[in-house]
């Protein structure tokens, strides 16, 4: 059985997602089904990538016909700024439930893309970013005639990258055989010794 374990912030307690049978199930660190969603009711995958301290992961998002959704991603949490890598379960559970899903892939929606909402709000942080820096930019280089005003011109950039960055999108579509047909990693096997 294919399964996954990671820690998605300092508040959350250790996951480990894996495939049943008909399922998909999430439990705690000592074994209690937080979340079990049948295949036949998932009915969004969105892949995004999503900072993990100074880096970034990749975060599977998976919505049922309820609205619960159950999350798990290529990183896991250690303490604060530090992250520890679990690609290679990550991705072996990936293509094993893309594999799981193709019986009902035409009532799925697979998506990679942040949500709508984490996009507006970083668009609008940017919106201000850039606003405030501007009018502080005008009030001290314009008004006061102090210098000082034009290291404001960062933020203003700033603000701007960021208003670029996240301007609102619908999330892309992508096709799930990339996953479902994909090989999973496996260990190199170790060297057999010489007979002789």
């Not at 508040?11 to 999430?26: C, E, V």
């Not at 942040?114 to 280089?141: E, H, I, N, R, S």
């Not at 034009?150 to 701007?160: E, P, Q, S, T, Y």
Request: net charge negative; glycine share 10%.
């Amino acid at each position: 059985m294919v399964q996954h374990q990671d820690r998605r912030s300092a508040t959350s307690g250790l996951r480990k997602t894996g495939l049943g049978p008909d399922a998909l199930i999430q439990r705690d660190e000592d074994g209690a089904v937080l979340v079990s969603m049948p295949f036949a009711g998932i009915r969004t995958v969105r892949l995004n990538v999503e900072m993990a301290g100074p880096s970034s992961q990749v975060v599977c998002h998976v919505t049922d016909e309820d609205g619960q959704e159950m999350v798990f991603g290529s990183m896991s949490w250690v303490r604060p700024g530090a992250w520890e890598l679990q690609a290679d379960t990550f991705r072996s559970l990936l293509i094993a439930l893309h594999q799981a899903l193709t019986p009902w892939r035409d009532s799925i929606r697979f998506v990679e893309g942040p949500k709508a909402g984490f996009m507006l709000a970083m668009f609008a942080l940017g919106g201000v970013t850039g606003a405030v820096c501007l009018a502080g930019f005008a009030w001290l280089f314009l008004w006061q005639e102090n210098a000082a005003g034009l290291f404001l011109l960062a933020g203003v950039f700033a603000g701007g990258w960021l208003m670029r960055l996240f301007w609102p999108r619908a999330p892309k579509p992508y096709d799930p055989d990339r996953y479902a047909l994909a090989t999973p990693l496996t260990a190199p096997e170790a060297p057999q010794p010489e007979a002789g």
